[in-house]
């Protein structure tokens, strides 16, 4: 965020393909943007007080930044991979292999698993349960 203004999914963090990531980052931030507004920003009836909008951005990033760095640096890092298995061909055979094995065992390739194991929503409510008022 910067001063009042959010950005959330690729804007904020453009994603590269690897990891196909892009648009579950976008509903990470939106998820997670909300739930900090409902708890930080949101009156009893239902309105918004602009007051702490803020700390709640501040907040808000906080939460995502190494959410989002994490997953982009996993996609980076698996794009190498990829490149190099494009380019040679017995590197690509013994990495379909552990590819395999790793589906086969885990259920998932261990690269995307940050991705997809992550729950926004426990996160924001831990920190939001530890934040000073």
């Known amino acids: 965020s910067y001063g009042r203004i959010a950005l959330v999914g690729d804007s904020a963090h453009p994603p590269v393909p690897y ?4 648009a579950q980052q976008g509903l990470e931030d ?3 943007l909300s739930l ?3 708890d930080m920003c949101m009156e009893v009836y239902g309105t918004l007080n602009l007051s702490r909008i803020d700390a ?5 990033s906080s939460i995502r930044v190494p959410r989002t760095t994490e997953i982009l640096n996993n996609s980076h890092r698996w794009g190498g991979v990829q490149k190099l298995r494009a380019t040679n061909e017995r590197l690509g055979e013994a990495k379909e292999e552990l590819i395999r094995r790793d589906v086969f065992f885990h259920e998932s390739i261990k690269q995307i698993l940050p991705g997809v194991s992550y729950d926004y929503e426990e996160e924001v409510g831990n920190i939001l349960k530890n934040k000073p008022l």
């Open 56 to 60: 709640a951005l501040e907040t808000y």
């Open 30 to 32: 939106a998820g997670t």
């Open 36 to 38: 900090v507004l409902k």
């Open 19 to 22: 990891l196909g990531q892009g």
